[in-house]
């Protein structure tokens, strides 16, 4: 039993699942929504990249010694990941550690500047961010896609009020590459989800995601939330047929997951109109086909 939403249970199963069914249509939708999806997802790394850009010509705008002090810093790191390398080369061909005392004494030497850095970028970063609120257990929670408002006490204004526009600005954009992807509703969700991750990811390192090269591989992902449509007629019986008859919408997409894959097992037994289910079906060029099914009990 696993957590699909924040309040609700859920059950997971996972079966294989073999080569689509045959027809033209079908094996052109599918390849058709796997390069969408790697499009849109380097649509929005793309998109964060610049964002990164900007926002560093704003911190320089506004606190240039901030600026300054964090390109020491990358020199820095990068000093001593390339100290590091060195000696990693040498342990690989000898066989043995290699590094000498005086490269330990340089690597401590640029991290106790690296620390003094720290202290001060800290020191500039408060004077330009200000400190969060205090928070609000009243406070609605923000939705995803609500306009951003910087609320911060202290920092620099203009600073706070161009990351506000800056924020906004990327916000809609992504609003509108979302509505004009070509991509189906669960399909999109699942690749939003895989950039954000690697948003955080490479947050770390202060700066932007990788692109994916194309490989042919790739995932569909439908949600199902009808009352009326449970598992098992959503992906066995003949009314996902008739509801895949038409492939123009995420609706008949999500009654046509049957289509399609052909499921090597039978479907788990559905409860009723009180289940929903999130239904991912990899098919892949170069590894076997999955179906993951994520079904949620409303208690």
């Known amino acids: 039993m696993g957590k699909f939403h924040d309040s609700d249970p859920s059950r997971v199963w996972r ?9 033209a249509d079908v094996a052109r939708l599918i390849e058709h929504q796997y390069w969408l999806a790697h499009r849109y997802y380097n649509d929005l790394v793309a998109m964060s ?24 810093e990358r020199k820095l790191k990068d000093d001593i990941e390339a100290i590091r390398e060195k000696i990693s080369e040498r342990n690989a061909g000898t066989q043995k550690r ?52 910087i609320v911060r006490i202290g920092g620099n204004p203009d600073f706070l009020l161009g990351m506000e526009e800056l924020e906004n600005k990327f916000l809609n954009q992504k609003k509108h590459m979302r509505a004009n992807n070509g991509i189906f509703w669960g399909t999109y969700l699942k690749v939003e989800a895989a950039w954000e991750q690697a948003c955080k990811d490479s947050a770390k390192y202060q700066a932007a995601p990788d692109f994916r090269h194309w ?35 995420s609706t008949s ?16 037994a559905s409860s009723g109109p009180s289940w929903s289910a999130g239904v991912t079906a990899p098919t892949t060029r170069t590894i076997p086909s999955t179906c993951r099914i994520t079904v949620t009990i409303s208690i």
């Not at 500047?113 to 400190?131: D, P, S, V």
């Not at 992902?221 to 066995?236: K, R, S, W």
């Open 15 to 23: 079966f294989g699942c073999k080569p689509p069914r045959p027809g």
């Open 253 to 268: 997409l999500a009654g046509s997951i049957g289509i399609w894959t052909r499921i090597c097992r039978p479907m788990p």
């Open 98 to 149: 290699t590094g000498t005392p005086q490269e330990r004494k340089q690597i401590a030497n640029l991290k106790k500047k690296q620390k003094m850095l720290y202290k001060a970028i800290k020191e500039r970063r408060h004077a330009l961010w200000g400190e969060a609120p205090p928070k609000d257990p009243n406070k609605s929670k923000r939705k995803k896609d609500d306009p951003i408002r």
């Open 215 to 249: 490989t042919g591989n790739g995932v569909l992902a439908v949600q199902l939330q009808d009352p009326g449509i449970t598992v098992d007629e959503a992906v066995c019986t003949s009314r996902s047929a008739t509801m895949g008859e038409s492939l123009s919408s």
């Open 49 to 72: 990249r610049q964002k990164l850009q900007e926002t560093k010509i704003l911190t320089r705008k506004y606190s240039p010694q901030l600026a300054r002090l964090e390109d020491k």
